[in-house]
């Protein structure tokens, strides 16, 4: 069974429930969770005017990063599971492309996660980091989407050969 469950963390409560779900998996199977948190410094890298010091914003971009991680590794060790945290920089790359080429450096077996479900215009102006893994991972999907008014739903999917 799934020995090394990969969990991309936000701040969100989807992000959330995907770690809680992730945890329950992990305590039958006494997985190690990787979590990780990316940070797209791209949009501050410029430096561009005198009024805006972009070396500050990216550090305190990456402090947030951090807390992000922080606390989502202190529910996982509360709950006496095992997990390593990885703070990923991203420059301006896809972020499914990002946290799917940390989950094979890292050898994930299961990729859980959190979605949120926009579907229409808002899937179209958002994107979906969701889909986007989904359609690159070679390893198992597990989405979760948790919204404040709705039931939970979990999808398994498997990549295609």
Request: glycine share 8%; with cysteine; hydrophobic share 45%.
């Amino acid at each position: 069974m799934y020995q090394r469950i990969f969990v991309p963390v936000d701040d969100s409560s989807t992000s959330r429930r995907a770690l809680e779900e992730a945890m329950r998996l992990a305590k039958h199977t006494g997985a190690t969770l990787l979590l990780a948190h990316v940070v797209d410094l791209a949009q501050f890298g410029w430096g561009g005017t005198e009024f805006l010091d972009a070396s500050e914003l990216q550090s305190n971009i990456k402090a947030t990063g951090e807390a992000v991680l922080n606390a989502s590794s202190s529910l996982v060790e509360a709950a006496g599971l095992p997990c390593n945290a990885t703070l990923l920089e991203s420059w301006g790359d896809k972020m499914a492309e990002v946290l799917v080429q940390e989950a094979e450096a890292e050898h994930a077996e299961l990729i859980v996660m959190g979605t949120h479900g926009f579907s229409g215009l808002m899937h179209l102006l958002m994107g979906s980091v969701a889909e986007g893994i989904m359609k690159k991972a070679s390893v198992p999907v597990m989405l979760v989407r948790s919204n404040e008014t709705g039931p939970v739903t979990e999808t398994v999917a498997m990549p295609s050969i």
